[in-house]
């Protein structure tokens, strides 16, 4: 049985309970003074490489290196995750005002970390509630040519195999595979701990490594160009029928009927 | 604001009073709804089973009139009759502001009975006026026919003063909900008195500001009963009480007066302040209708940290170094003892935020203006407090839904009390050096007359005698969570408790109010010549007594 080198890609996004907004140029979404924290998907991929270490003998997992792509402030989400477990972690920087990496350039940053510090597992959240590209996972294990299994609700580690259970439209798959492998996350895996406060303290002390993007082989240069955001328009309320009558002709009218 | 107007269906539904964890699954799905159908279907349905569990306690309140044989109904006011049921139709505007027990009368429930579940009126009319002019209307009729009446906000009062005692005719705010100005400069908002408290915030919220008041009844509760009960809830520790936030009322008096007093200026030395008269008055002088109030800029820094402690000592020594090291960002200081906690997960399921128990709890909250400097605050006075081990563990909300998840731990707990079947509940305010030493005498007394049955023995009515409260405002909640209500149990409460307080000069009602419930105990807590002088008010506004009548002060 092969020891596990995990990798947990995690992100810094807008805290899902905050509503966003789109700027006055309709350009992107306000991100100034709002409340970021850690990509809820990210949060359940961080959780499930501790447990993995949690249940199963001390030598199987051999370290879990938590990586964030983003602005100086991503380096706190890194400090959470290694509040919740992760043992050091790799802080690739990029300027606060530059356009936001897609899916591809992220997957080729996480396949050179992923080679040059030896992974044999990377757990990433099945996509990112920011752009909802849902993509790095599959790219990148595209590029290191392993087997993927996407969607987890359940990973059971089975020697040097993984058996994950996904979420498909009717019902559940289980999937086996070999390691190496990419796992990406669903909502139904598991519940992310608090991280305790001597965790939180211990984590300031876990090595963060900071790099440059320049130091990989990735054009930083976007592909797809951004042509204007808007928001949602506005729901319509609905309307009060007075009995069983009325609720049918109104829904001949809509020609639902 | 999609998970407000959800909850506002909610209330119409079933009489929901807690809002709050339905919230929480509701953003949850919000998050699932783009992403996955079959999830968020899932998550859809533990939301119902949520919502059931809120109904399961509804067993079948008894009349307050037969439950307390010694209060009588007073004689002089008139009975409702069909000539003033007309009457009341033909000066509203419209059909809907009416109900009436000869259209509905099920739907007259809801307003007769109290979220407690402990009181329950027989009144037959319910009337909504929508403008304060349609109040002046109704009030001056009732008062030349004697007709006695209970103002009603959201009916999330605690001590039974928003529901009628007997036939008193309900008067509800709940159509007058409209904001009617908001100065982004000054920060003053006025609206109509039936604006609930969480539409309200979440309007002040896209505009940057917060309303100085928060309660875990915030999706139901309306500002205007807020200001007539002068609620305290959870940050009176950072914004004051609401004599001071609220700049002016506007107030229909029993005779039909309208007192238009809706200042909107923080400064005004002329002549006696009249809006302190409403504030906490319980509707017993008149009706609010609108309200001016001035609401801080929200801090768009927030923290949430929730501990685990040994003692009451350390929680005392937590709080004065929260004092010292958090000073002007602290915003809110709350205990709960063990034992409450684990009726909340015993009633949610919700795994506990920290790995052990402990006998006591505190969420700490601090709001301020630039995130850094609040994070090193912050982080110093964890370190102290961990370092000198004041606090046994602990855990800092990482993100948004983990700080509401952990203020659930505080905010739910009265539903949690509730869940198998009723509460005794006293909210006093007690010197600090004795604040939990009332929860242990009390559970001594209660151990000693065999009356605790835990969360298991369903033969004996008490689930056990719990405490949170704000530790920030010395103001503790004392809960004794019942599967029935028992005479046997009250009386074991009453006069003890209100003894206990007096012998240390505490207050018998720190925010809940005086009501129903705890009229006949406020010499407590005020002395004769007090009271004497609060008849006097009363009979100034209201000389024949038609407002809110059998509560708040004995009348003679």
Known sequence: MSTLRILVPVKRVIDYAVKPRVNKAQTAVEIAGVKHSMNPFDELSVEESVRIREKHTAKTVEDILAISIGPPKAADTLRTAMAMGCDRSIHVEVAEKDEMLEPLQVAKVLKEVVEKEGRNLVILGKQSIDDDSSQTGQMLAGLLGWGQACGASEVVLDGDHLKVTREVDGGTEVVRGKLPMVVTTDLRLNEPRYASLPNIMKAKKKKLEKMKLEEFQVRAENRLKTLKVTEPPPRQGGGKVADVDGLISKLKELGAL | ?556
């Open chain 2, 1 to 556: 604001m999609q998970s407000l107007s959800r909850t506002t269906a909610l209330r119409g539904l079933g009489r929901v009073h807690s809002t709050a964890p339905c919230r929480a699954v509701l953003s949850r799905t919000r998050l699932l709804s783009p992403l996955n159908v079959n999830t968020a279907t899932a998550s859809r349905a533990s939301f119902a089973t949520q919502s059931a569990r809120c109904y399961a306690a509804s067993k079948e309140v008894k009349f307050t009139a037969d439950n307390y044989p010694n209060v009588q109904r007073d004689s002089r006011f008139s009975k409702l009759t069909r000539e003033d049921v007309d009457h009341f139709k033909s000066i509203l505007s419209s059909q809907s502001s009416i109900i009436d027990a000869q259209d509905d009368a099920s739907e007259l429930e809801g307003f007769n009975t109290d979220w407690v579940r402990k009181y329950r009126g027989q009144s037959q009319l319910v009337l909504k006026p929508k403008s304060a002019e349609e109040v002046s209307k109704i009030l001056k009729y009732c008062n030349d026919r004697n007709l006695a009446v209970v103002p009603q906000g959201g009916n999330t009062g605690l001590v039974g003063g928003s529901v009628p005692v007997f036939d008193e005719i309900v008067l509800s705010l709940s159509a007058m909900n409209s904001i009617r100005s908001f100065d982004e400069v000054s920060g003053v908002l006025v609206c109509d008195a039936g604006v609930i408290l969480e539409s309200a915030d979440s309007y002040l919220r896209e505009r940057n500001h917060i309303f100085p008041l928060d309660l875990g009844a915030k999706g139901s509760c309306h500002v205007g009963g807020n200001v007539a009960t002068n609620a305290g809830g959870l940050r009176l520790l950072r914004y004051g009480s609401l004599h001071g936030t609220v700049l002016g009322v506007e107030a229909v008096l029993p005779d039909g007066t309208i007192l238009n007093d809706l200042q909107t200026l923080r400064k005004n030395n002329t002549g006696f302040d009249l809006k302190q008269i409403f504030i906490g008055s319980e509707g017993t002088v008149g009706v609010i209708t609108g309200i001016s109030i001035l609401c801080p800029r929200r801090s768009n820094a927030v923290n949430t940290a929730y501990f685990g402690l040994e003692s009451f000592d350390h929680v005392k020594r937590a709080f004065t170094k929260a004092k010292k090291d958090l000073g002007e960002i602290l915003s809110a200081f709350e205990l709960m003892d063990g034992l409450t906690q684990d009726l909340f997960h015993k009633t949610t399921g919700k795994p506990y935020p920290l790995a052990d128990r402990y006998p006591f709890h505190v969420l700490i909250e601090t709001s301020g203006s630039n995130g850094e400097h609040d994070s090193a605050k912050l982080e110093a006075f964890l370190e102290e407090v961990m370092g000198e081990e004041i606090v046994a563990d602990g855990t800092v909300a990482q993100d948004e839904t983990q700080a509401q998840t952990l203020w659930r731990w505080r905010e739910g707990l009265p539903e949690a009390c509730a869940h198998w079947g009723g509460t005794y509940k006293y909210d006093v305010s007690i010197p600090l050096n004795e604040f939990y030493t009332l929860i242990e005498d009390c559970r001594k007394l209660f151990d000693e007359a065999g009356l605790v049955g835990g969360t298991e023995d369903d033969s004996k009515p008490v689930i056990g005698v719990v405490g949170w409260g704000h530790m920030g405002d010395s103001n503790l909640h004392l809960n004794v969570p019942v599967r029935w209500y028992d005479k046997k149990v009250e009386n074991l409460l009453e006069p003890w408790v209100y003894e206990w307080i007096e012998k240390r000069k505490g207050s018998i009602s720190a925010e809940h109010g005086l009501g129903f419930a705890k009229r006949d105990f406020v010499q407590y807590s005020r002395d004769e010549t007090a009271l004497g002088i609060m008849r006097r008010v009363k009979n100034t506004f209201d000389p024949k007594g038609i407002m809110n009548p059998y509560k708040y002060i004995p009348m003679n």
